[in-house]
Nanobody
């Protein structure tokens, strides 16, 4: 198992930016994919962005593509999410995630294509209009 701890998040006005970070510990040698999900009140948890540990392929939900950027530092075992041009509908608890089942055919943006087995505790992002 991999333990994940998020940092960052907070309150920002629409159009602003935030950066989330996630540090992995434990069996970090076993990491092959990390990324982010989010859950808004009354809604199901949804995929936001993911990155393979090697060679660093990135994947995004359609709703955040061209606004969010996911990156990783394999030496520090961290993954980050740079969020620009934030919108009120981005308000949610953001969870760092790692490993688990990855569909070899369907991109992670499709429900069920990535089912992580490690999760962080979540960090709140609130975007005011």
């Amino acid at each position: 198992q991999v333990q994940l701890v998020e940092s960052g998040g907070g309150l920002v006005q629409a159009g602003g930016s935030l950066r989330l970070s996630c540090a992995a510990s434990g069996r970090t040698f076993s990491i092959y994919v990390m990324g982010w999900f989010r859950q808004a009140p009354g809604k199901e948890r949804e995929f936001v962005a993911g990155i393979t540990w090697s060679p660093g392929n990135t994947y995004y939900a359609d709703s955040v593509k061209d606004r969010f950027t996911v990156s990783r530092d394999t030496a520090k075992n961290t993954v980050s999410l740079q969020m620009n041009n934030l919108k009120p509908e981005d308000t949610a608890v953001y969870y760092c995630a790692a490993n688990g089942f990855v569909d070899p055919v369907s991109p992670p943006k499709y429900a069920g294509a990535w089912s992580p087995d490690s999760w962080g505790q979540g960090t709140q992002v609130t975007v005011s209009s």
